[in-house]
């Protein structure tokens, strides 16, 4: 990806109306745009958005592992559902990027598969990566409703650190905006038609905070209320979903719409409704939907990272019909510590 041009960046702007050009003023404040999308290590090329995803998914799995084994598992487990998760749900991720938003894939041979530039869609990498997850786990004979609670506020905390990959890579920006933590924006990053405009509203920061804070939410649920599993996540799904029905009315970037709206409007919105009526299902009658929290939980390893990508801290696990803890002595792929 071009270098975003300097000569702009420390000239922030107010915007003077719809359609007009923005007109810069030097006590303006804004979040300036970064130099470049990576650094160079002698010949090699590490780009920032990659190394964000190998970051949150390496502490969304030790966050996991720390509150499974908390809760009574093999943290040997979580390592296991990880290597097969994270890659399966990238590849989904991928799948759904390219088909909802065609206009974004580069225009090269190998453009459905740049990953590095950017484009990968949570809902994707959640079920691709769930139906790599609950293999693994059904496998080990453990529970699903628990390793979904044990996932969920990391996944939140791996997610928030994708967003930072969103930052250097200059997307998933919103709206034209003058206020003091508007995101400068280089000119060849600009979507078509605001190119007029220097300065947007930072949506990849809203979701990085608002992903921590739900993540903090959870863990205090999780130590200070009786939620059954897999209460926890289902309240990360409706929450998180929730959240993006507010981002998909800010951002500008490429999509597909229906009846003038962003696809993933509607997806978000079905997903919030669906967290709800599963978290109150399980918390009036106590059941647990142990396939479906599996199929989100493992993906949710995935799309942690991906999604543009987790945490948590220990907790005490309360729930109520017990639930044999994970065999330790099951095969798996990789037992790390």
Request: charged fraction near 10%; aromatic fraction near 10%; hydrophobic fraction near 50%.
């Amino acid at each position: 990806m071009n270098n975003p041009n300097g000569s702009y960046r420390c000239r922030p702007h107010g915007i003077t109306g719809a359609g007009q050009a923005a007109s810069l003023s030097p006590m303006a404040l804004h979040i300036p745009s970064p130099p470049s999308a990576g650094i160079h290590l002698g010949p090699a090329y590490i780009h920032a958005y990659g190394l964000m995803y190998v970051i949150g998914i390496t502490l969304a799995i030790w966050i996991t592992r720390r509150r499974w084994a908390a809760a009574g598992g093999d943290p040997a487990l979580v390592t296991d559902v990880a290597l097969w998760a994270v890659p399966a749900g990238i590849i989904g991720g991928r799948i759904y990027f390219d088909l909802t938003t065609p206009a974004d894939i580069p225009h090269v041979w190998y453009g459905v598969l740049a990953v590095w530039s950017g484009g990968l869609g949570i809902w994707g990498g959640v079920a691709a990566g769930a139906a790599a997850g609950i293999w693994r786990v059904r496998r080990a004979g453990a529970g699903t409703a628990r390793f979904a609670d044990a996932a969920a506020p990391a996944l939140l905390v791996a997610q928030a650190i994708g967003r930072i990959g969103n930052y250097f890579n200059q997307e998933l920006f919103g709206r034209p905006a003058n206020m003091p933590w508007a995101l400068a924006i280089s000119p060849s990053h600009r979507p078509a038609g605001y190119g007029q405009y220097a300065t947007f509203q930072p949506t990849f920061l809203y979701e990085l905070i608002f992903d921590l804070a739900l993540a903090a939410a959870l863990v205090w649920l999780g130590h200070h209320r009786a939620i059954r599993p897999p209460g926890l996540f289902a309240l990360y799904v409706a929450g998180y979903s929730a959240y993006r029905i507010f981002e998909e009315t800010l951002r500008i970037d490429s999509s597909e719409h229906f009846l003038g709206l962003r696809l993933n409007f509607y997806v978000a919105g079905a997903l919030t409704v669906a967290g709800i009526a599963w978290f109150a299902h399980t918390q009036r009658k106590g059941r647990r939907v142990a396939h479906g929290a599996a199929m989100l939980a493992a993906g949710g390893l995935l799309a942690a990272a991906a999604a543009g990508c987790g945490q948590a801290v220990e907790r005490p696990e309360a729930a109520p019909a017990p639930h044999p803890p994970a065999i330790s002595s099951h095969p798996r792929v990789s037992t790390y510590g």
